[in-house]
């Protein structure tokens, strides 16, 4: 079965500080990857998506950038944080034509 | 106009009641309808999803769709407190998911 993983869970980091999350996928190949930012009482911002390694498309201009070094590893990242960058992050996948897109457990990033 | 537009309620119900959970859409090209619950400082997790038209249903729940009004549906039977969580309605095209701003559900013992 398909499983995917994220860490940090929680993470406190202090203004211009850099930033990097991991997401991988175990039970599938070449998985669609998606990043997402989801603010408090807000719906859920689709940041990158990467349909192979090495191909990131950017939904939003931002702060942050990301990464796919490995078939089923995506990496957000960021040089220098923003008290706006603070939220939920979500790792996603879906393979192929399938619609079925599948979460991972999020990491909360607070920027103080 | 948003892709989807979902109401946020809160929505508060005892247990049992049946509960109706709706979004609207913009585009009528949409094929395919996504629903996601959410737990609290977890990620979502698929329910169901629904092909073109006509309803779709899995234990308590039933996704329906009507493409004619643009409306979408997520209907819950003999609602269980454990229901308590907030509900995403999600519409997938090409490689894009167009996501509602989901509905706070809880339903009380």
Known sequence: SQTIHQWPATLVQPVGSPLSLECTVEGTSNPNLYWYRQAAGRGLQLLFYSVGIGQISSEVPQNLSASRPQDRQFILSSKKLLLSDSGFYLCAWSVGQIYEQYFGPGTRLTVT | ?109
Do not use: H
């Not at chain 2, 996504?34 to 979502?44: A, E, F, L, N």
């Open chain 2, 1 to 109: 106009q948003k892709e989807v537009e979902q109401d946020p309620g809160p929505l508060s119900v005892p247990e049992g009641a049946i509960v109706s959970l709706n979004c609207t859409y913009s585009n009528s090209a949409f094929q395919y309808f996504m629903w996601y619950r959410q737990y609290s400082r977890k990620g979502p997790e698929l329910l169901m999803y629904t092909y073109s038209s006509g309803n779709k249903e899995d234990g308590r729940f039933t996704a329906q769709v009507d493409k004619s009004s643009k409306y979408i549906s997520l209907f819950i039977r003999d609602s269980q407190p454990s229901d308590s969580a907030t509900y995403l309605c999600a519409i997938p095209t090409g490689n894009q998911f167009y996501f509602g701003t989901g509905t706070s559900l809880t339903v009380i013992p």
